[in-house]
């Protein structure tokens, strides 16, 4: 793929993402529909977080030629998503609720509001 096709797919991931994470927090908790939709966001969580990886970062330093600093938005993900539902299974619904909440803060506003900085895609697509 090349980076522009990643970053549509990325895009396409990440988007309903942030809606979804949206009405998961503001919604009855242990529902059968939090419960779906958690699922379903749990899995485009990793799904970007994975499509993240294999986009070189365009700004600022790299690391090993190929990673910048949201990358490790990503590896917050691919760490926190499990970690979020294995705490729910074992009950620590305390410790689930912080983590997906810490993970919507992270990874969709703070590396999301990011993207909205010169020089990144975000910027150009709003403010040309």
């Not at 419960?35 to 485009?44: A, D, E, N, T, V």
């Not at 909440?101 to 895609?121: D, K, M, Q, S």
């Amino acid at each position: 793929m090349t980076y522009s096709q990643l970053m549509y797919f990325h895009l396409l991931t990440v988007v309903p993402c942030f809606f979804l994470g949206t009405a998961l927090i503001f919604m009855r908790k242990g529902t059968n529909l939090h419960k779906f939709l958690g699922r379903i966001y749990m899995i485009l969580m990793v799904i970007t977080a994975l499509s993240t990886l294999f986009m070189p970062a365009k700004v600022g330093p790299l690391f090993f030629g190929h990673f910048g600093y949201l990358h490790l938005f990503s590896f917050l993900t691919l760490y926190s998503v499990p970690t979020a539902y294995w705490a729910l299974k074992k009950g620590n619904v305390k410790l689930h609720k912080r983590k997906m909440i810490l993970l919507y803060v992270g990874a969709l506003l703070i590396a999301g509001g990011f993207t909205f900085f010169p020089g990144r895609f975000m910027h150009t697509v709003f403010f040309g």
